[in-house]
Nanobody, 122 residues
Framework: QLVESGGGLVQAGGSLRLSCAAS????????MGWFRQAPGKEREFVAA????????YYADSVKGRFTISRDNAKNTVYLQMNSLKPEDTAVYYC?????????????????WGRGTQVTVSS
């Protein structure tokens, strides 16, 4: 089970840190990712990290503003979001995949959280 937290309402230019806590199994060997879905839009890739944490991937739209990290001892992955923009408004989902291959693609993931709402006001 994956449970996201840390979403909320923030002004443009502000920051939020999302957390994704895993339970029921150890995800330390899994690739982990964050995706988001805005109203009326398809789900899109945001960021991903391989099992060891030494390789990360970012969508161009968030590169330089968002940082993904993980703490395998806590079975938790984080998404630090800085310089938020109104277009970052979406439900953010955490996902875990047995393989660390193609982590920018949603079908690579086996488990998904229920999401946390992020709203950025202008």
């Amino acid at each position: 089970q994956l449970v996201e937290s840390g979403g909320g309402l923030v002004q443009a230019g502000g920051s939020l840190r999302l957390s994704c806590a895993a339970s029921g199994r150890t995800f330390s060997s899994y690739g982990m990712g964050w995706f988001r879905q805005a109203p009326g839009k398809e789900r899109e890739f945001v960021a991903a990290i391989n099992w060891s944490g030494d390789t990360t991937y970012y969508a161009d739209s968030v590169k330089g503003r968002f940082t993904i990290s993980r703490d395998n001892a806590k079975n938790t992955v984080y998404l630090q979001m800085n310089s938020l923009k109104p277009e970052d408004t979406a439900v953010y989902y955490c996902a875990a995949g047995r393989s660390s291959a193609r982590l920018w693609v949603g079908v690579s993931y086996d488990y998904w959280g229920r999401g946390t709402q992020v709203t950025v006001s202008s």
